[in-house]
């Protein structure tokens, strides 16, 4: 998804929106797991047939508003997260859930016309725990081949029984600028953030373009946020209380990818967490 703040600077790979330079570290057990756990697998057909729906049905979930559904494959254990905010252009997939051995993970991006790459495809041969980022292929990896329009990039999960399940987003390219209101369809879509204290905790309040009433991921880079630490007060808002959030460190400052997941669809924006005593 497209967020409001960032779209006026943003030509996804050609902009560089600042995003904190004192960025919490992604756990160094993902680079270690990688190899491991995981073994290069080959595309499968099917995962390619629903990418293709996907990207079909979101082009004509256009007119759709903040609070409804379109999603044609269930929401993934996980977020799809691209960085849009500095020159890194990393993507990654990070667990919100322990993915068991027997799962396969496919990483895909359809273009403005409708192209398809397979980017990668690992099988899991290791139970990965919560919090696992699978480092994907990067933006600024992929070579200057981008076209103008809105890029998505897909992530297709298969569980060991078989089901498929999916987690995708958004993002502009090459020249190609947005407003809020192209952007309404975009769901979840952040718009902004911001910090109080209530009873003692720190809270991060975001808005922007959510769905009250089903599963929510927010996940700040890769520590994941428990659903009790999460509310979803309406479709334009979510309470985050940071104090729930396992290894989320409250006396430090530092910057963060923070993603919303649902829907089978993430956003993501730069969150800079602050101290608030």
Do not use: C
Request: proline share 6%; aromatic share 12%.
């Amino acid at each position: 998804m497209i967020r409001y703040f960032t779209l006026i600077a943003l030509a996804a790979v050609l902009a560089v929106p600042a995003l904190p330079a004192d960025r919490a570290e992604r756990a160094e057990r993902s680079k270690a797991l990688f190899e491991r756990a995981t073994r290069p697998a080959k595309f499968t057909k099917d995962a390619r047939a629903l990418v293709h729906a996907a990207a079909a049905q979101r082009k004509i979930a256009q007119a759709r508003s903040a609070g409804t559904k379109q999603a044609v494959l269930p929401m993934a254990p996980g977020v799809t997260q691209v960085n849009l905010f500095d020159s890194g252009r990393e993507a990654y997939f990070v667990l919100t859930e322990v993915l068991p051995t027997g799962s396969t993970v496919q990483a895909y991006i359809v273009l403005p016309d409708d192209t398809q790459l397979g980017l990668e495809a690992r099988n899991v041969v290791e139970d990965l725990p919560t919090g696992y980022s699978f480092i994907l292929p990067g933006i600024k990896t992929l070579g200057d081949f981008w076209q103008t329009g809105l890029t998505t990039y897909y992530v297709v999960v298969t569980r060991p029984d078989g089901q498929q399940t999916m987690s995708a987003t958004d993002f502009a390219t090459k020249g190609y600028f947005r407003t809020f209101a192209d952007t309404s369809y975009m769901i979840p879509g952040i718009n902004w953030y911001r910090q109080f204290s209530y009873g003692g905790a720190p809270y991060v309040e975001i808005k922007g373009r959510f769905i009250s009433g089903v599963t929510t991921y927010v996940v700040f880079e890769d520590i994941v946020a428990p659903p009790e630490a999460i509310n979803v007060a309406d479709d334009s808002t979510i309470f985050v209380n940071l104090s729930l959030v396992p290894n989320f460190d409250t006396t430090l400052m530092k910057g963060y990818l923070l993603t919303v997941g649902q829907d089978s669809w993430t956003d993501t924006y730069p969150f800079r967490y602050s101290p608030l005593e």
